[in-house]
């Protein structure tokens, strides 16, 4: 059974400051992985997806690496802000389909 | 164009009560997920449709829980006799194919079981 743990659970840092997230999986045999967002009593939304055949994706001040061999992924955001402060939720997609998620890293981006 | 709606967005329910939530996927959107999220954690997956058909409904804690998909579009998750256990946020997914690309997922409806 796959599981998806995420470290450190809680994050908090200065504005301007890149910082980076940790997700780690138990089975290599994957499809995607994919890190999603999520503010306080809203749902999800989706920040990048890396096909098992990437190795990285990047979107504005956010890039997401993906090991496979090593069962990692990380996500890096240069010159956080305030507005980046969420949960951070990695997500690995097998091929049974569903997402098998990690419990998160809340971020707290200090002005 | 319109994301994944739920709804209601919040439900209070008394232990034993029955309850329907609704999902309205992205229209064209062939897949449809149901997951569970406790406070603190991830979500984790209970059921999936293809189209009308359900596929997988290995995570449905019980047989309290009953998903449908009639028509291949709207999807109702019910759950029969709710226990304190399952107050949690029920969240619906949506993808355009057979579930291999992005997810993209609803607000969530709160349910709260006293």
């Known amino acids: 059974k796959q599981e998806v743990t995420q470290i450190p659970a809680a994050l908090s840092v200065p504005e301007g400051e890149n910082l980076v997230l940790n997700c780690s999986f138990t089975?290599?045999?994957?499809?995607?992985l994919q890190w999603f967002r999520q503010d306080p009593g809203k749902g999800l939304t989706s920040l990048l997806l890396?096909?098992?055949?990437?190795r990285e994706q990047t979107s504005g001040r956010l890039n997401a690496s993906l090991d496979k061999s090593s069962g990692r992924s990380t996500l890096y955001i240069a010159a956080s802000q305030p507005g980046d402060s969420a949960t951070y939720l990695c997500?690995?997609?097998?091929?049974?389909?569903?997402?098998?998620f990690g419990s998160g890293t809340q971020l707290t981006v200090l002005p | 164009g319109a994301g994944v709606s739920q709804s209601p967005r919040y439900k209070v329910a008394k232990r034993g009560q029955d309850v329907a939530l609704r999902c309205d996927p992205i229209?064209?959107?062939?897949?449809l997920f149901w997951y569970q999220q406790a406070l603190g954690q991830g979500p984790e997956f209970l059921t999936y449709?293809?189209?009308?058909?359900?596929?997988?409904k290995s995570g449905l804690p019980s047989d309290r829980f009953f998903a449908e998909r009639p028509e291949g579009s709207v999807s109702t998750l019910k759950i029969q006799r709710t226990q304190q256990e399952d107050s949690a946020v029920y969240l619906c997914?949506?993808?355009?194919?057979?579930?291999?690309?992005?997810?993209?997922f609803g607000p969530g409806t709160r349910l709260l079981v006293l």
């Open positions: 997914a949506s993808s355009l194919e057979a579930g291999i690309e992005t997810q993209y």
């Open positions: 089975d290599s045999a994957i499809y995607n």
């Open positions: 890396i096909q098992s055949s990437q």
């Open positions: 997500a690995v997609g097998g091929s049974a389909r569903q997402l098998t």
């Open positions: 229209s064209g959107h062939v897949s």
């Open positions: 449709f293809q189209n009308e058909a359900q596929l997988d």
